[in-house]
C-alpha cells in the first residue's frame, strides 16, 4: 500500500494563476479531507469529504474547490491563488469520519504565491 | 465552539530527560483525544489516541491520559531520544463535529540535543 500520495511536492505560483493539488489513497476509505497548516495556527481544515460524490465544507474553504469523483481521488483546486495561500497543504483519509477512527496523512504540498 | 491548546515551543530537551507537553481542549460531548507526531519533512502521523474519560493512550514511550475533570490531555515520556525530536499535535475529534473532522492545537516544536 502506498497510503496516502499528494502531488506535487513543492510549488511555486503567481497570483491569479490556478491551480490543482492532487490526493490519492489506495486503502478503500470513505473519509477523506483537505488540511492546511500554517505557522503557531496547527492545521485547520479547508473541505472534506464523506464518500464519492460528496463534498463539504471545513473551516477555511474560501478560495478553494474541492470534487470527489472516486473514492480513490481528492484533488483541491485554487482557482486564482493568492498570497493568503502560501501554506502546507495536507490530504488525510480514514476509514469513515467516525470519531474513533484513526486518519491517515500524506507527506504534504508547499505552496508558495507569489 | 470547540478548541484545542497546547503549550508553546520550542522545546529544547537533553538526551534522556523527561518530557511533558501539555495539552487542554475545550469541547461539547464527549471527544476522542489525539497525539499527532510531525517529523521533519514528512506528514502527520498518529502517535496516540483516547476515546473515553480516564483512558490512557501508549505508544513508543509515550502516554497520555485522558483527564475529563481537568479537560486535559499531557504527552509525557520518561526519557526523550534524539530521534524524538519532531512537532507534536494534540488534536480532537467530536461526533458532533461535522462527521468527525479533527481541531488541532497550534503544535509543539521539540528538539532533543545529545
Known amino acids: 500500500n502506498a497510503g496516502v500520495t499528494q502531488t506535487p511536492k513543492f510549488q511555486v505560483l503567481k497570483t491569479g494563476q490556478s491551480m490543482t493539488l492532487q490526493c490519492a489513497q489506495d486503502m478503500n476509505h470513505e473519509y477523506m479531507s483537505w488540511y492546511r497548516q500554517d505557522p503557531g495556527m496547527g492545521l485547520r481544515l479547508i473541505h472534506y469529504s464523506v464518500g464519492a460524490g460528496i463534498t463539504d465544507q471545513g473551516e477555511v474553504p474560501n478560495g478553494y474547490n474541492v470534487s470527489r469523483s472516486t473514492t480513490e481521488d481528492f484533488p483541491l483546486r485554487l482557482l486564482s491563488a493568492a498570497p493568503s495561500q502560501t501554506s502546507v497543504y495536507f490530504c488525510?483519509?480514514?476509514?469513515?469520519?467516525?470519531?474513533?477512527?484513526?486518519?491517515?496523512f500524506g507527506p504534504g504540498t508547499r505552496l508558495t504565491v507569489l | 465552539g470547540n478548541s484545542v491548546t497546547q503549550m508553546e515551543g520550542p522545546v529544547t530537551l537533553s538526551e534522556e530527560a523527561f518530557l511533558t507537553i501539555n495539552c487542554t481542549y475545550t469541547?461539547?460531548?464527549?471527544?476522542?483525544l489525539f497525539w499527532y507526531v510531525q517529523y521533519p519533512g514528512e506528514g502527520l502521523q498518529l502517535l496516540l489516541k483516547a476515546t473515553k474519560a480516564d483512558d490512557k493512550g501508549s505508544n513508543k514511550g509515550f502516554e497520555a491520559t485522558y483527564r475529563k475533570e481537568t479537560t486535559s490531555f499531557h504527552l509525557e515520556k520518561g526519557s526523550v531520544q534524539v530521534s524524538d525530536s519532531a512537532v507534536y499535535f494534540c488534536a480532537l475529534s467530536d461526533l458532533q463535529n461535522q462527521g468527525g473532522k479533527l481541531i488541532f492545537g497550534q503544535g509543539t516544536e521539540l528538539s532533543v540535543k545529545p
Open positions: 488525510a483519509s480514514s476509514l469513515w469520519g467516525g470519531h474513533l477512527n484513526e486518519q491517515f
Open positions: 469541547a461539547t460531548g464527549y471527544p476522542s
